[in-house]
């Protein structure tokens, strides 16, 4: 659509109305551009409104007060017959890493020797679990921790 603005292939009038769903992200000068374009109502669908100084959605989309035009919380969704949505159940899970930390006289000998052929010196590798979090990323660790209940 920006490539279409900036070629001027649509006028600004184009459009009566211009729907932006994940409205929360029209805030950035990419979406902005496209909005400001548009001689056009403008309708914004966001779970979650921002009203901070550098950005701010009730201010671009004109919602005095910063109060919402309409709002339908999660709990009404949830509870409406038929349900728009489904609650959700948080489960908890640790990994034996978040747990115990890591301990670099634990490692196996091959993964110790890794870590110095990387430069890292093994008092680098002592973890305590709470700082495993802060301090490494696991993309394989994350994916196993996060489970979807439905």
């Not at 548009?38 to 004109?62: C, H, K, M, W």
């Not at 490692?107 to 110790?112: D, S, T, Y």
């Given at each position: 659509?920006?490539?279409?603005?900036?070629?001027?292939?649509?006028?600004?009038?184009?459009?009566?109305?211009?729907?932006?769903?994940?409205?929360?992200?029209?805030?950035?000068?990419?979406?902005?551009?496209?909005?400001?374009?548009?001689?056009?109502?403008?309708?914004?669908?966001?779970?979650?409104?921002?009203?901070?100084?550098?950005?701010?959605?009730?201010?671009?989309?004109?919602?005095?007060?910063?109060?919402?035009?309409?709002?339908?919380p999660?709990?009404?969704?949830?509870?409406?017959?038929?349900?728009?949505?489904?609650?959700?159940?948080?489960?908890?899970?640790?990994?034996?890493?978040?747990?115990?930390?890591?301990?670099?006289?634990?490692?196996?000998?091959?993964?110790?020797?890794q870590?110095?052929?990387?430069?890292?010196?093994?008092?680098?590798?002592n973890?305590?679990?709470?700082?495993?979090?802060?301090?490494?990323?696991?993309?394989?660790?994350?994916?196993?921790?996060?489970?979807?209940?439905?």
């Amino acid at each position: 659509m920006m490539e279409v603005i900036r070629q001027r292939q649509l006028s600004p009038g184009f459009f009566n109305l211009v729907i932006c769903d994940e409205s929360h992200r029209s805030i950035y000068n990419r979406y902005r551009e496209l909005l400001t374009y548009f001689d056009s109502y403008q309708l914004g669908l966001t779970a979650t409104p921002v009203d901070a100084i550098e950005r701010n959605t009730f201010q671009l989309f004109g919602c005095p007060d910063e109060v919402p035009t309409f709002s339908f919380p999660f709990e009404d969704a949830v509870n409406y017959v038929p349900p728009y949505l489904n609650n959700y159940k948080v489960y908890g899970a640790q990994t034996r890493f978040q747990l115990r930390g890591i301990r670099a006289g634990e490692l196996p000998q091959g993964v110790r020797q890794q870590v110095v052929e990387q430069g890292v010196t093994l008092a680098e590798v002592n973890f305590e679990g709470t700082d495993l979090e802060r301090r490494v990323t696991s993309r394989r660790k994350d994916k196993t921790v996060v489970v979807v209940q439905g």
